[in-house]
Nanobody, 120 residues
Framework: QVQLVESGGGLVQAGGSLRLSCAAT????????MGWYRQAPGKQRELVAF???????TLADSVKGRFTISRDNAKNAVYLQMNSLKPEDTAVYYC??????????????WGQGTQVTVSS
């Protein structure tokens, strides 16, 4: 079974920075698209950032200019650098990856979530 293990969340003051990491473990043939989602209390889960296999990135309008997504294919990892954090960024952040595994299938996997809290 493929697992996505997240780390890097925490409590920061407004204007601070955090770097989230997500590493995929298991028997992996190839990872295609990877991304970060977040869900705040009482709100829908939303896409924050996305990076495809060609390193083309997409950011939500609310985080453009502040967040950067990157990947390290050798480590089966994706990162989210978050700068100039705002209280509105407070949420549980989830890593997502589309993974080609052994056998015929290719599947989406989710990390366990990591809490980001930004105080004012």
């Amino acid at each position: 079974q493929v697992q996505l293990v997240e780390s890097g969340g925490g409590l920061v003051q407004a204007g601070g920075s955090l770097r989230l990491s997500c590493a995929a473990t298991g028997i992996i043939i190839r990872i295609d698209d990877m991304g970060w989602y977040r869900q705040a209390p009482g709100k829908q889960r939303e896409l924050v950032a996305f990076i495809n296999s060609a390193d083309i990135t997409t950011l939500a309008d609310s985080v453009k200019g502040r967040f950067t997504i990157s990947r390290d294919n050798a480590k089966n990892a994706v990162y989210l650098q978050m700068n100039s954090l705002k209280p509105e960024d407070t949420a549980v952040y989830y890593c997502n990856a589309h993974v080609k595994v052994m056998g015929p299938g290719s599947y989406n996997y989710w990390g366990q979530g990591t809490q980001v809290t930004v105080s004012s």
